[in-house]
């Protein structure tokens, strides 16, 4: 009796040992990937005060001690609409396990940052999410070409809408892209149908007897990528049908 319950202490002895051991390698291996994310990584108590930032967050926000991070209500470095969006995130990742928004803030040096965040609940040993984990992807340069861009079509808008011709950007297809309010009030379409209409080559009001011969002439144009100049007529809102010097200059992307 006596050895057999020294046999089952040192089992029990053994399987802990064994367990601690398994914990402290996840522990380990857990801490290694945070250390090693490209990405901010936070850990947030339940109320949203930071508890730790990995040496890529300290990076992202120019921090250059952790001191200076630990301590503060991540929510607090948040304004505006995105310190709302935090706030969301947070009570969602504590219902659902999981919440995200997208915001920008500026570093300790003034540095403009727009992030991708993911805010995740870690349950405690009674399954309450007390604690959560918080993992910011720098989408700046993103963020910057997507401003650019819409810059760039308000610019167009703005020039085209003081032309008095007709102005499109069409893809290689002949698909619209862009039409100014000429076009459109021409034709008698919104814009949003005139996007929809798919070729507008064939879309523009061309007589039938003409469609074939103004078909091939575009394609051919947009396949090698030549300026072309063409007569053609289009037909109006009204029915009325009249005559156009149709110019195209092929624009490439940056």
């Known amino acids: 009796r006596r050895s057999s319950d020294l046999i089952e202490r040192f089992k029990m002895t053994t399987e802990l040992a064994l367990s601690k ?6 522990a380990e291996f857990n801490r290694a990937i945070v250390e090693g994310s490209p990405d901010c990584v936070m850990l947030l108590d339940r109320d949203g005060v930071v508890r730790g930032i990995n040496p890529a967050g300290r990076k992202l926000f120019e921090i250059e ?4 991070m630990v301590g503060r209500s ?3 470095l948040w304004s ?3 310190h709302e969006a935090a706030h969301r995130a947070l ?3 504590a219902r659902s396990a999981r919440g995200r928004f997208q915001g920008f803030r500026r ?3 003034g540095a403009p940052k727009w992030f991708d965040v993911i805010v995740s609940a870690i349950p405690d040993v009674q399954g309450n999410g007390l604690r959560y984990l918080k993992v910011s992807r720098d989408i700046t340069a993103a963020k910057l070409i997507e401003n650019k861009v819409r810059e760039r079509e308000e610019e167009l808008s703005l020039l085209t809408a003081l032309l008095p011709n007709l102005v499109a950007i069409l893809d290689a297809e002949g698909g619209c892209v862009f039409c100014n309010a000429g076009w459109v009030d021409y034709l008698g379409r919104s814009i949003v149908e005139e996007k929809a209409g798919g070729d507008t080559v064939e879309a523009g009001g061309a007589p039938e007897a003409e469609l074939a011969e103004l078909r091939r002439h575009w394609r051919e ?3 090698h990528g030549a300026a072309f100049e063409f007569e053609c007529r289009l037909r109006g809102k009204a029915g009325a049908e009249r005559w156009f010097l149709c110019r195209g200059v092929p624009a490439h992307g940056e």
């Open 221 to 223: 144009r947009a396949r």
């Open 91 to 93: 009570d969602d990742a």
């Open 80 to 82: 505006g609409a995105d």
């Open 65 to 68: 001690d952790e001191k200076a």
């Open 21 to 26: 051991r398994v914990l402290e390698r996840s």
């Open 107 to 109: 570093t300790v040096h």
């Open 74 to 76: 991540w929510l607090d």
